[in-house]
C-alpha cells in the first residue's frame, strides 16, 4: 500500500535491532512530555527502564515501520494487557513527525490488527489529546468491534483504556 506515492512497510525487528527502537523511544519521550512529566537524566538523555527482559518476552513482537527505505518509527505488540479478556496490547507506537499527518499511523495501525485479530486494548494518558485523536479516529476506520473506553489508573497515571476486538468471525 502507499501513503501519498510513498510505500509505507512493517517490518518485524530482529533482536539486533532492539537498540534501534530504543533509540528511537528517546523521541517517544518527548512526545511523551507534552502530556507528562517526563523528565531528562544528567546526560541530557531519556532515562529508560532497562528493557532486555522486555524484549525477550514470548508476547513482545516488536516491528520497525518504513517510508520507501527511510526508518519512519516503530510499534510493539505485548499480552501485557489491563482487561482479563484482552490478548494483545499496543506497548509502544511510535510515527516520527516527518511522516505524521500522511496516514502512516493508520496504515501501520490497520496492518497489526489484521495480522494479529482478536481482543485488542490501548492506552494512552488521558491528558495526550494527540493519542486519543489518533487512536479514536484508527479504530473507528477499522473493522474493530465492541470497542469500549474506561478511563483508569494506570502506572499512577490516569488514563483511557481502549477495549476492541478486530477478529472477524
Keep these: 500500500m502507499t501513503v501519498a506515492n510513498s510505500q509505507v512497510s512493517v517490518r518485524l525487528a530482529l533482536a539486533s535491532e532492539t537498540a534501534s527502537i530504543e533509540n528511537l523511544m528517546q523521541f517517544y519521550n518527548y512526545d511523551l512530555s507534552e502530556s507528562v512529566p517526563v523528565d531528562f537524566a544528567a546526560t541530557g538523555l531519556y532515562p529508560l527502564r532497562p528493557k532486555n527482559h522486555y524484549w525477550s ?26 482487561q482479563p479478556a484482552s490478548r494483545y496490547n499496543m506497548g509502544y507506537f511510535f510515527i516520527a513527525r516527518r511522516y505524521r499527518g500522511r496516514g502512516v499511523g493508520s496504515e501501520v495501525a490497520g496492518k497489526l490488527f489484521s495480522q494479529f485479530p482478536g481482543a485488542w486494548e490501548i492506552y494512552f494518558y488521558s491528558n495526550n489529546k494527540t493519542a486519543s485523536r489518533f487512536w479514536h479516529g484508527v479504530i473507528a476506520k477499522s473493522l474493530a468491534r465492541d470497542v469500549v473506553s474506561l478511563e483508569k489508573i494506570i502506572d499512577s497515571g490516569v488514563c483511557e483504556l481502549l477495549s476492541f476486538s478486530t477478529a472477524t468471525n
Design 57 to 82: 518476552k514470548s508476547g513482545v513482537v516488536s516491528f520497525l515501520i518504513y517510508v520507501d527505505d527511510a526508518l519512519a518509527g516503530f510499534a510493539v505488540i505485548d499480552d501485557e494487557v489491563i
